[in-house]
């Protein structure tokens, strides 16, 4: 046989007799069951084919991490094994044993994500059907999504390892994949729109998925799925890295290179001439150890070996790299990655230390992977034989390690301080609560890390066996940090390491009622760590790896008395933090705000004075605040009359609580809307004034009228979001304005995917928001731009005025009749996108841009959808806006234009700087996705 394939059919082979095969094997069915379960929880598609595509579109944490620790383990095994010596002297050249090893490798990987499949299959017969169509779907998204995937995973760990001569290569690899999917499983419902954040997506996650939400839900399961330009651009330019890399790893590995990177310890003392002539990597230990043992001096020696640890630890490259990642992620996150849409934010000391949270995971992870390697660097560089031979107790030994990763720990906590502190004075922000990053960086990080590597070294001790060390120590994080993630409450307080509360930091009320908890729990946990970590002194295997019988006689033989009284006081110590929370927890108090008030008065139009008062505790945008409500009070009077108070308060809230409410004159916004906007830039600040002027004119067509129809969400929400967006229209730039439309058109879309059941009319939503909010704000907007803003506004005001003196009147159905009534004959179409569900369909097909101007040929068609989903064909009689946009997408050029089948063309005016024709979507579109509207030339 070709000595290429009986390579690449050992390392098959190899993988295939070890128990860990079997384990991820059942990991990765158990995460095809996890993602179909939440994917059909979160997209409302009948169809199973759609949902597979979305499930396929992500590797999934599980297998990523299992194709990255096994591309590492290829290499590395000779070396830990000692096999080296034996394999690098059969007649193979270093080329062809890296590039059976790869094969072999991509070729597990591949074995075990059919295992993907499996779980995907076993939802699918337990929940719905297995057809042919899903099978072709499967197989179809392996080959495109999973195959493609697990190669540039497998590609780029392989060559991480070369490079780095270790598996310290594919932990970093490990450190990164695990970041990435970090941030985007945890927000799946948004997705970057930027085409270089799509482009720079290595997995193509995110464009999967807008491919399959791109896709018109009438002909979702038509056939395979299409995906889109971008995605081959994509593929191509990261299956080209990642071969890149390969290619360059392997005309560097070569067998002295790659044994080169072993590690030998030495004494600092022992002469030149005496060490061995084979050339290595050398690792000193400390000349202050003294060969005396016992007494005081276990301690000197203590002191002496942790600080050898510490900084061996810190001078690798496997601690440099995570450090400068992590830096790196921190700035982004802050910058870009966490980008708000709605308004550019301060960088408060609470928005600062909440990185504790996605970067907590990655450093978690980091000191989980460094403990397991650590605890078995003597069996791995084979010196353990002697190191386990010194007459040290554990504790001297063991100690040091632990207390080398707390340093670690403390270290990575300072890098996060101090990148939070440097984000905030670079951005010219001074306000800094120094005792919350004490507090979060302290209690909720550096001590959470510590309590992790305390139940990682015990995992460890157990298992006994360096990769399923990682694997058990991973597993238990995972499944600690999804409890807390996505079941985070007061009932889970006894989630070891994880703080109730963490994600939900309030700067009115801090913790709130969860603040005794937190350090109870803290206390609780710190005894549970002591016992783990004595556990973990006891049971420590020194010598030849014994069975578990005899390992467990080696355990009481270990056991001595200063550990019975340790246990002891460490159980005694649980036992009273137990009942100190469950007191805590039943004495919970309501914690009170104490706000700063500021207070004026404005002159109503009845002439009575209108007292305004506003309660907070971020001062940044007080003096803003106040200004909209006096513009938004001035506009609303004119349309509907005197304010129907004598009060109008705005109240900041403290989060958990809704993020906008409101009563009779008051207004409740918590915190992170809009509070915490960065002041220095005035126009970039429209969202507030949508947000405040919103609740103000509520104050007339909610809290003023007697709505009591079932179907009152047109009335409640569709009339104040319109008037609101006017109002960001008046007093901001035209490109603002078209940014909110663009939001509502998201949030219609999102609702639209997360809907199974037929879409309501306008005039039918109750509680829809995406209706109500999105295509109600986006149909209103459109009826406004055929007809002008002025007459509609003014028929909001004449529908206000008759509901309240005829309460019968206040419904959807009401204001639609009294829009009928004001409308043009030639309008009245507009009506009956509040009344129907229309289809509609434009396409522009062809642009001539001539010395005499443009023409533009547009495809459309309409059509309205019956109760039973039927469609029925209608001419079209409407008018569209037609945008033409420089090469930068800044409007040249806009017309309200009226296609017609029969007549397609419509004519511009010359316009020599245009790159783009595109039809603005009108708001009545069921499927706002499509992309056919636009016409690059």
């Known amino acids: 046989m070709n000595p290429l394939l009986s390579i690449a059919r050992f390392e098959i082979t190899y993988q295939l007799r070890q128990p860990s095969f079997y384990a991820f094997a059942l990991l990765i069915t158990g995460q095809g069951i996890w993602y179909s379960f939440q994917i059909e929880k979160m997209y409302a598609y009948i169809e199973s084919t759609v949902t597979s595509y979305l499930i396929l579109s992500s590797l999934g944490v599980i297998l990523a991490v299992v194709a990255t620790l096994l591309a590492g383990q290829s290499l590395t095994k000779d070396l830990e094994y000692n096999t080296t010596p034996y394999l690098y002297t059969f007649p193979i050249t270093s080329r062809m044993h890296f590039a059976g090893r790869f094969m072999g490798t991509y070729a597990t990987a591949l074995l075990l994500a059919l295992f993907y499949l499996i779980g995907i299959l076993l939802y699918s017969l337990i929940y719905s059907q297995v057809t042919l169509a899903l099978w072709l779907t499967l197989l179809d998204g392996f080959v495109r999504l999973i195959a493609q995937n697990i190669l540039i995973a497998v590609s780029i760990t392989f060559s991480l390892t070369v490079f780095l001569r270790s598996i310290w290569g594919a932990y970093i690899g490990l450190f990164l994949i695990v970041l990435y999917f970090l941030l985007t499983e945890t927000h799946t419902d948004t997705s970057a729109t930027d085409d270089i954040w799509l482009l720079l997506d290595p997995f193509g996650v995110g464009m999967a998925r807008e491919s399959v939400e791109s896709t018109a839900i009438s002909d979702a399961s038509s056939g395979l799925l299409s995906f889109s330009d971008m995605f081959l651009i994509n593929r191509i330019l990261w299956l080209g890295v990642a071969l890149g890399f390969l290619a360059y790893a392997e005309n560097t590995f070569s067998f002295e290179f790659f044994t080169a990177g072993k590690v030998t310890i030495v004494r600092s003392k022992i002469r030149s001439e005496e060490r061995s002539t084979k050339p290595v990597q050398k690792q000193y230990v400390p000349a202050d150890v003294q060969l005396r043992f016992g007494g005081w001096q276990n301690w000197r020696t203590l002191r002496s070996l942790t600080r050898f640890e510490f900084v061996g630890l810190i001078r690798q490259p496997v601690f440099l790299i995570p450090v400068g990642l992590l830096i790196i992620l921190s700035v982004f996150l802050v910058t870009v990655l966490n980008h708000n849409p709605?308004?550019?934010?301060?960088?408060?000391?609470?928005?600062?230390?909440?990185?504790?949270?996605?970067?907590?995971?990655?450093?978690?992870?980091?000191?989980?992977?460094?403990?397991?390697?650590?605890?078995?660097?003597?069996?791995?560089?084979?010196?353990?034989?002697?190191?386990?031979?010194?007459?040290?107790?554990?504790?001297?030994?063991?100690?040091?390690?632990?207390?080398?990763?707390?340093?670690?720990?403390?270290?990575?906590?300072?890098?996060?301080?101090?990148?939070?502190?440097?984000?905030?004075?670079?951005?010219?922000?001074?306000?800094?609560?120094?005792?919350?990053?004490?507090?979060?960086?302290?209690l909720d990080g550096f001590a959470r890390y510590c309590q992790l590597i305390a139940l990682g070294a015990l995992v460890t001790t157990l298992v006994n066996h360096r990769i399923m060390s990682h694997v058990m120590n991973l597993v238990?994080?995972?499944?600690?940090?999804?409890?807390?993630?996505?079941?985070?409450?007061?009932?889970?307080?006894?989630?070891?390491?994880?703080?109730?509360?963490?994600?939900?930091?309030?700067?009115?009320?801090?913790?709130?009622?969860?603040?005794?908890?937190?350090?109870?729990?803290?206390?609780?946990?710190?005894?549970?760590?002591?016992?783990?970590?004595?556990?973990?002194?006891?049971?420590?295997?020194?010598?030849?790896?014994?069975?578990?019988?005899?390992?467990?006689?080696?355990?009481?033989?270990?056991?001595?008395?200063?550990?019975?009284?340790?246990?002891?006081?460490?159980?005694?110590?649980?036992?009273?933090?137990?009942?100190?929370?469950?007191?805590?927890?039943?004495?919970?108090?309501?914690?009170?705000?104490?706000?700063?008030t500021k207070s004026t008065v404005r002159q109503s139009k009845s002439g009575h004075p209108v007292k305004i008062h506003i309660q907070y505790h971020h001062p940044y945008q007080v003096q803003h605040m106040v200004r909209i409500i006096e513009n938004a009070l001035s506009e609303g009077e004119q349309l509907f009359g005197a304010y129907p108070h004598t009060e109008l308060s705005l109240i900041e809230t403290p989060v958990g609580t809704a993020d906008v409410a409101s009563k009779p004159g008051q207004i409740f916004i918590v915190e992170n809307q809009g509070w915490i906007a960065n002041n220095r830039q005035p126009d970039r600040l429209d969202y507030l004034d949508y947000l405040v002027s919103r609740e103000v004119f509520k104050q007339w067509l909610v809290h003023g009228l007697p709505i009591n129809a079932p179907s009152d969400g047109f009335v409640k929400q569709s009339l104040a979001e319109y008037l609101s967006l006017q109002n960001v229209n008046r007093h901001y730039s035209p490109e603002r304005f078209r940014q909110r439309l663009a939001q509502r058109t998201a949030l219609y879309a999102q609702s639209r995917l997360h809907q199974s059941k037929a879409e309501p009319t306008l005039l039918e939503s109750k509680g829809n928001d995406g209706v109500e909010r999105g295509r109600a704000a986006l149909v209103l907007t459109s009826i406004g731009e055929v007809w002008g803003d002025k007459p509609l506004s003014a028929t909001i005001s004449q529908f206000y005025n008759k509901a309240v003196k005829e309460p019968h009147s206040a419904t959807a159905s009401a204001f639609s009749a009294e829009l009928n009534r004001q409308l043009p004959d030639s309008l009245r179409y507009l009506n009956t996108y509040l009344q129907e569900r229309l289809w509609f369909d434009f396409k522009i097909s062809r642009v001539a841009n001539l010395a005499n101007g443009l023409t533009v040929e547009i495809i459309t068609s309409k059509w309205r959808e019956t109760p039973d989903g039927q469609r029925q064909r209608?001419?079209?009689?409407?008018?569209?806006?037609?945008?033409?946009?420089?090469?930068?997408?800044?409007?040249?050029?806009?017309?309200?234009?009226?296609?017609?089948?029969?007549?397609?063309?419509?004519?511009?005016?010359?316009?020599?700087?245009?790159?783009?024709?595109?039809?603005?979507?009108?708001?009545?579109?069921?499927?706002?996705?499509?992309?056919?509207?636009?016409?690059?030339f």
Do not use: C
Request: glycine share 6%; proline share 7%.
């Open 342 to 442: 709605d308004f550019p934010e301060l960088p408060t000391t609470a928005r600062m230390t909440a990185l504790r949270l996605p970067m907590g995971f990655f450093i978690s992870i980091f000191l989980l992977v460094m403990t397991v390697e650590l605890l078995f660097r003597e069996r791995i560089t084979g010196i353990w034989p002697i190191y386990d031979a010194l007459p040290l107790p554990n504790f001297v030994i063991l100690s040091a390690k632990l207390l080398a990763l707390m340093g670690m720990a403390a270290l990575l906590t300072l890098v996060l301080f101090l990148t939070g502190v440097g984000l905030q004075l670079s951005n010219g922000f001074y306000d800094i609560d120094w005792s919350r990053y004490v507090a979060d960086l302290g």
């Open 476 to 596: 238990i994080f995972a499944g600690l940090a999804f409890t807390y993630q996505f079941q985070e409450a007061v009932q889970l307080r006894y989630l070891y390491s994880f703080l109730p509360g963490s994600a939900h930091y309030s700067d009115l009320i801090g913790y709130g009622s969860m603040e005794p908890l937190r350090w109870q729990l803290h206390l609780m946990w710190w005894s549970v760590a002591g016992i783990f970590v004595i556990l973990f002194l006891i049971t420590w295997n020194r010598g030849v790896v014994n069975s578990l019988p005899e390992r467990v006689r080696h355990w009481h033989t270990q056991f001595r008395r200063p550990y019975g009284f340790a246990l002891l006081a460490s159980g005694l110590f649980l036992i009273l933090a137990m009942w100190q929370t469950q007191q805590a927890t039943t004495l919970r108090p309501k914690v009170a705000i104490h706000y700063v």
């Open 874 to 936: 209608i001419p079209i009689n409407d008018y569209v806006p037609l945008a033409v946009l420089d090469q930068n997408g800044h409007q040249l050029y806009r017309q309200l234009v009226h296609p017609h089948p029969d007549d397609r063309f419509v004519y511009l005016p010359p316009l020599p700087h245009a790159r783009q024709v595109i039809i603005d979507p009108m708001g009545v579109w069921p499927e706002p996705n499509k992309r056919d509207n636009a016409k690059l």
